[in-house]
């Protein structure tokens, strides 16, 4: 398996700042990671995929330019929120890929804009 | 530490029932969530359980006991789509998603 960290675990801000997330592969190796976001006991809906050393493949209906993603390293990939608004507001989880069947998942962030 | 529990895979015949156990022991708890995932798709969620007893949703049930720290998933009915991975994943006192490794249920004919 994998363990995975994200930090930070919440974060209030106000609106129109920028929010770094950053999501840890702690004991594997990862050139994929994934990030989603999750409303109140919903499915987690993909945002995009994070591929190490290549720009990420973003789903439809999520915007790159708001949603920056940076995955410079192995062990790291980065989710900037910019400008975020009141409904940016949501849990973001991250997960690292091991193979194409299996995912390790993140504790989440708490974002919460004012 | 924290800690979640889950067979990392189940065979089941179609049209049977199966059901999936999930152990927690975690700092705090304020609820539990079943995911189900099918390979290179996102998670769908299936239930949210944070007081005891079952909750039945057509073929799906969620139950949950949390003196015994314990839940499952029971899937009638069975249907080759229900091949899948199941997660486990509890919310614990800091509102932070601790999740199962999940469990691969393989449905034969």
């Known amino acids: 398996g994998a363990v995975v960290s994200q930090h930070p675990s919440w974060v209030i801000c106000k609106s129109g700042t920028s929010v770094k997330i950053e999501c840890r592969s702690l004991?594997?190796?990862?050139?994929?990671m994934f990030w989603y976001r999750q409303f109140p006991k919903q499915s987690l809906m993909l945002m995009a995929t994070?591929?190490?050393?290549?720009?990420?493949?973003?789903e439809q209906g999520v915007e790159k330019d708001k949603f920056l993603i940076n995955h410079a390293s192995l062990t790291l990939s980065t989710l900037t929120v910019t400008s975020a608004h009141p409904e940016d507001s949501s849990f973001y989880i991250c997960s690292v890929g091991i193979s194409d069947n299996e995912q390790f998942f993140g504790p989440g962030t708490r974002l919460t804009v004012l | 530490g924290q800690n979640i529990d889950q067979p990392t895979e189940m065979t089941a015949t179609e049209g049977a029932i199966v059901q999936i156990n999930c152990t927690y022991q975690?700092?705090?708890?304020?609820?539990l969530f079943w995911y189900q995932q099918h390979a290179g798709e996102a998670p769908t969620f299936l239930s949210y359980?944070?007081l005891d007893g079952l909750e039945e949703k057509g073929r799906f049930s969620s139950f949950l006991s949390r003196s015994k720290g314990y839940s499952y998933l029971l899937l009638k009915e069975l249907q080759m789509k229900d091949s899948a991975s199941y997660l486990c994943a509890v919310v614990d006192s800091n509102y932070q998603l601790i999740w199962g490794a999940g469990t691969k249920l393989i449905i034969k004919p």
């Open positions: 975690t700092s705090g708890f304020n609820g």
């Open positions: 004991d594997f190796q990862a050139t994929t």
């Open positions: 994070s591929n190490e050393g290549s720009k990420a493949t973003y």
């Open positions: 359980n944070v």
